[in-house]
């Protein structure tokens, strides 16, 4: 039985406290907030869970295994550094840090203290991204080409960080995850129109072997959008996360250059084929991934979405940060 | 009446040609490509007119009063500036020239020569894009935030330019006639998967105004998209240019910062109110586009697409090139 | 305060207790369900309430001042009738008996009683439909020319009712609202494939002045539609039920009859003009009819939703019955 | 070389002689229009076809081998018995004939000349209703249980017959040869809302075997729908003719029922799988069509939409028609 404490009750915290208290091997046994009002929500629906709004009441409570730190990032090394320091496991939302240096420490402390970090990537979960990741792996898509990301809507506007720390994060966690390669180069561009933090942006993040990848992330768009584009040199695939019956469509459709003997010029050829859609498993994702962290944690494995793959996020986002902020010198000279 | 004659009938060259002989006051009297077959298909369509394979035949006839020039663009500084030094009017393809030195001396040539440039950028003169104009020019959508096009679909792959001079041309010249200011700064990322010209390209224009402007266009996706974001402080719009009922849809819907008494935090506050879709003027856009040239001949009027206009195009893709090209020096470092 | 008892806890019967729980002035006091695991559903949500296993136990009970009838439609007559005959209001789902004799007994036992019925047409609670009636009454259609509703997917079979009297009487109670008048014909097609349940029907109704409804439910199909047209002289409009950003759209479009001075033939003229997509009041409908229920009781008001239009929408399911059934022998013969 | 002359130069006209001009072994030698203008468009466009007002000029000229006969309904009976008395194979459009009894003459006429008669059922040939057949034939979608077919949008009116006579015959021609079973029963419903031709129709039609038919034919909706739902036991499609990229999607979806052991209730269990959209071929239906029309001359091979065919489609027709009158009659009373 691992015994999970929840920091953070505001807007997701109540999906971690759910799926948590949903496994057999597991008790939710506190929460905490700052706001009573959302302590007094826990009650209502966990009556026998302990509540307080001091966080270190439980990162000190030697009865407590594993913590969720669901707050804003602003707090999440602190919060996970004592976690770990006091010998618990941690479970923290995405982004993992606010800065790289502060999730290598996180890292290298839980290495130390042979405890397990698993950054709540939740979109590698789902049953679309993993459909794309066994598509991607079996060879059906053939080598990639690019990832093209657009996930633009109206708001919510987050008070203390731009729209690419708040949205990008879950494409590049799944760009992350599918591509499986290094970044070598990150080009952002952004506009802020409402206040100072960028409310539109787009990021560019070169892979090795000719792989693409670009995010199109945007608060003040009039409509919803969360289409993911991918192309691999056999087949392409578009994943529209809101079609409610088909999520995932792939085409047989690419293009390749042909030399015909007899002719100089190389031609491009074209090929268009079916389409398909395949059956998707409807799984919350969040129970997948909240399953297998109480699995890691009791078989001492390293989960993939660990805080080196934390890390990888957090340093994209910083150096889209870097470039975005270069573009707006040129732009402000 | 204008004695016209087009150089160039491949896939564009007979809706010239169709257009420019339906207009009372206008006769195409010859037709130039250098492929025979296409002469053939001209005479079966037009009988009365001449045909020829050497442009010269064309630009140097006393007769002529206009050339329209429907070739890649390699070909248009020379045949335009034949044609403006013989005395002609010049209707010539997007992108303009292959180079703004090109453009600023054609444009100079016509100015000495008293003659009329008009660049095709044909989308200026759909009921969507007039509409969309006049909409920011009454003031509905209020000062403009950003522009945000994607036009995307599975080839045609041009042999001679990448896909950045081959689609964007389209929305830089809208982007253009929408915003109407000098861009500040141009970034652009790619990658060519298929030969060595660029498949997929994005390129953001930073304006005046903290207007951002940003262009997504490939020849290897799966699925054909030609969707516009317009947003506007007080309203936004979608102009989805493949709906074949409403293109455009005004969304009444926004963010503002709200600074309530005695709250120390700026507060984002949102509107979202009834969506709108205009009746769209449903004239072929070519249509207009050629009578506007003819009246523009006749009266000596100098047309909003003129060279200046296409040189504003070709100055930002040559930006873009060099933003792509030092993109990708340093992938490849 | 309102002491309401609830009888049933099955696929719907969550939503009821819900809601009215939620309202300041009611109080749920009992739930009854035959089923032991749907009533330790509701001790978990619902700690203080009362469970039981039969219905004696409620409509008996002199605490209890209205009852919530959420079963199968078999069971509605009985329960309303002692629930009535013991002083109790009554709020019944859809369809509201499978006869319209019991209909008929309800609502005199009602009067007679000074009671009030209410069944459950939650979908006239919507902001779609409240929006709808308010174009009608306003005017802004025009005289109504026909109701055209689709409302199909794949399941759930129901196993003591056919697909007419599971899916038809949401599209019933709205078309009995919307048109405000006596139906003259009812013409009903349809056919059983899997088991002796009609799966999929056709309904059509012939109104006065010309108006025309038809209903197409299906369980079988493998996609899922929730789409109602309806047409009027001035302006016609389109329902999708599933589109979760714009649910209405109206278009001003029509076509008049002309008569032309010295033309003989009347020519029919078309009029396409803006389409229209007013926002919707998005409160759970729900809730709108619980809290209308309640101010109903406690001013002594009859309901829209009444017995008497319950009836209504029972009479035309047992016109439709014998339609089919004359249908069907005529095929079988 | 099959000699053809066309009669009536509308709307289709144009198609009919565009695409017999195409073929190798097919001369259009003349067209035949009461309108002037008409006959002007057509020497504006093949410059060497005779052109004339009068049929009769057509139909008794021993040159020509067969007669396309493109006009209303009300002239097919006369020009198609006239051509086919004067040995000439006969192309004429949908509906066949404006009564069963023509139609069985014309088929008589046909077999005693031995001549061919071939109607315009164009969508039978074009690239869907073909893959469609080959689904139902190779058995992939298993015994048929319904074909529900929605075609609607604003206008066009005709003059002489109503929407079930204009709309109608494209459904009834697929319906006919996808499902290849006589009818057992036809329930049609309807209204008329703009002037006394029904403007909105509802067809039921009852097959063998439990196959269920529906048409929804509408002059006076706001916006445009062509879609058709195919159900079968083992798998389902759905076809929706706007949708330029993929207008077939099969699923892999079903009900079935089941008897478990001890199970003293059926249960029905529900199967949802993959969707598929296979690639269709694009070729232009009248393209094939006309060209399968000269085959049968050149072979006497009977077309499989032959006369007998269209008499089909105009039996049904009528029936309805009558069951149209007859609720009109009941509604009335």
Same mark, same amino acid.
């Given at each position: 039985?691992?015994?999970?404490?929840?920091?953070?009750?505001?807007?997701?915290?109540?999906?971690?406290?759910?799926?948590?208290?949903?496994?057999?091997?597991?008790?939710?046994?506190?929460?905490?907030?700052?706001?009573?009002?959302?302590?007094?929500?826990?009650?209502?629906?966990?009556?026998?869970?302990?509540?307080?709004?001091?966080?270190?009441?439980?990162?000190?409570?030697?009865?407590?295994?594993?913590?969720?730190?669901?707050?804003?990032?602003?707090?999440?090394?602190?919060?996970?550094?004592?976690?770990?320091?006091?010998?618990?496991?941690?479970?923290?939302?995405?982004?993992?840090?606010?800065?790289?240096?502060?999730?290598?420490?996180?890292?290298?402390?839980?290495?130390?203290?042979?405890?397990?970090?698993?950054?709540?990537?939740?979109?590698?979960?789902?049953?679309?991204?993993?459909?794309?990741?066994?598509?991607?792996?079996?060879?059906?898509?053939?080598?990639?080409?690019?990832?093209?990301?657009? *996930?633009?809507? !109206?708001?919510?506007? @987050?008070?203390?960080?731009? $729209?690419?720390? +708040? &949205?990008? /994060?879950?494409?590049?966690?799944?760009?992350?995850?599918?591509?499986?390669?290094?970044?070598?180069?990150?080009?952002?561009?952004?506009?802020?129109?409402?206040?100072?933090?960028?409310?539109?942006?787009?990021?560019?993040?070169?892979?090795?072997?000719?792989?693409?990848?670009?995010?199109?992330?945007?608060?003040?768009?009039?409509?919803?959008? *969360?289409?993911? !584009?991918?192309?691999? @040199?056999?087949?392409?695939? $578009?994943?529209? +996360? &809101?079609? /409610?019956?088909?999520?995932?469509?792939?085409?047989?459709?690419?293009?390749?250059?042909?030399?015909?003997?007899?002719?100089?010029?190389?031609?491009?050829?074209?090929?268009?084929?079916?389409?398909?859609?395949?059956?998707?498993?409807?799984?919350?994702?969040?129970?997948?991934?909240?399953?297998?962290?109480?699995?890691?944690?009791?078989?001492?494995?390293?989960?993939?979405?660990?805080?080196?793959?934390?890390?990888? $996020?957090?340093?994209? &986002?910083?150096?889209?940060?870097?470039?975005?902020?270069?573009?707006?010198?040129?732009?402000?000279?």
């Amino acid at each position: 039985m691992v015994k999970l404490a929840v920091i953070g009750y505001g807007y997701w915290g109540p999906n971690i406290v759910r799926n948590f208290s949903g496994h057999h091997d597991c008790e939710v046994v506190a929460v905490c907030d700052k706001n009573p009002a959302a302590l007094a929500r826990v009650l209502g629906r966990h009556p026998g869970v302990r509540v307080m709004t001091d966080p270190d009441d439980i990162v000190t409570d030697p009865e407590i295994d594993a913590v969720a730190i669901v707050t804003p990032v602003s707090y999440h090394f602190e919060l996970a550094k004592k976690a770990l320091e006091n010998g618990k496991h941690v479970f923290v939302e995405k982004p993992f840090t606010a800065t790289s240096a502060q999730a290598e420490e996180l890292i290298e402390l839980a290495e130390r203290q042979n405890l397990q970090i698993m950054v709540d990537h939740t979109f590698l979960f789902t049953g679309a991204v993993r459909k794309i990741k066994q598509l991607i792996d079996d060879g059906a898509l053939g080598p990639l080409y690019y990832y093209d990301s657009t *996930r633009v809507n !109206l708001g919510l506007f @987050q008070h203390d960080v731009n $729209v690419l720390w +708040d &949205l990008a /994060p879950h494409d590049l966690s799944i760009m992350d995850y599918l591509i499986g390669l290094e970044p070598e180069l990150v080009v952002a561009t952004g506009g802020a129109h409402v206040n100072n933090l960028e409310n539109v942006a787009y990021l560019t993040v070169y892979f090795p072997n000719n792989v693409l990848a670009h995010i199109n992330v945007n608060w003040l768009s009039p409509v919803k959008v *969360r289409t993911t !584009l991918v192309g691999g @040199q056999k087949k392409m695939l $578009v994943w529209n +996360d &809101l079609d /409610p019956a088909e999520k995932l469509r792939v085409y047989d459709k690419g293009a390749e250059v042909r030399t015909e003997q007899g002719v100089h010029q190389a031609l491009v050829s074209y090929r268009t084929g079916d389409m398909w859609a395949p059956k998707i498993e409807e799984l919350e994702a969040l129970q997948v991934e909240t399953r297998y962290f109480l699995d890691c944690i009791q078989s001492g494995t390293k989960p993939f979405n660990d805080g080196e793959a934390g890390l990888r $996020v957090v340093r994209i &986002l910083e150096a889209a940060e870097q470039s975005l902020a270069q573009h707006k010198e040129i732009v402000l000279a």
